[in-house]
Nanobody, 125 residues
Framework: VQLQASGGGLVQAGGSLRLSCAVA???????IGWFRQAPGKEREGVSC????????YYGDSVKGRFTISRDNAKKTAYLQMNSLKPEDTAVYYC????????????????????WGQGTLVTVSS
């Protein structure tokens, strides 16, 4: 397993969760992102970030509530999710890529080559 996502769970609306994504030591990557897929919907980009400082992307629905961060020494990425809403309920995936993407403007699922297994986030109303 090259990426391992964790931290999902059940939380009430308005609550917070922090997801973690551990990257395997042998995997070289430039950008890392969080994506989610709700039942019956396509997978969408939530937040993406570059190790080269090419900016950070946030989806419109999570701006101001979610924050992506990285600990490059630990090869771990995080997604801090605050003010959670029932519509945030989904399986969250982390993914890594090595294309040198301008992550301030793009966070597409087809641009990431390595994926974790997903962690379920359920927000109750």
């Amino acid at each position: 397993v090259q990426l391992q996502a964790s931290g999902g769970g059940l939380v009430q609306a308005g609550g917070s969760l922090r997801l973690s994504c551990a990257v395997a030591s042998g995997l070289a990557y430039e950008e890392i992102g969080w994506f989610r897929q709700a039942p019956g919907k396509e997978r969408e980009g939530v937040s993406c970030s570059s190790r080269r400082g090419f900016g950070t992307y946030y989806g419109d629905s999570v701006k101001g509530r979610f924050t992506i961060s990285r600990d490059n020494a630990k090869k771990t990425a995080y997604l801090q999710m605050n003010s959670l809403k029932p519509e945030d309920t989904a399986v969250y995936y982390c993914a890594a890529g090595s294309r040198g993407l301008i992550t301030s403007t793009r966070c597409g699922t087809n641009e990431y080559d390595f994926w974790g297994q997903g962690t379920l986030v359920t927000v109750s109303s």
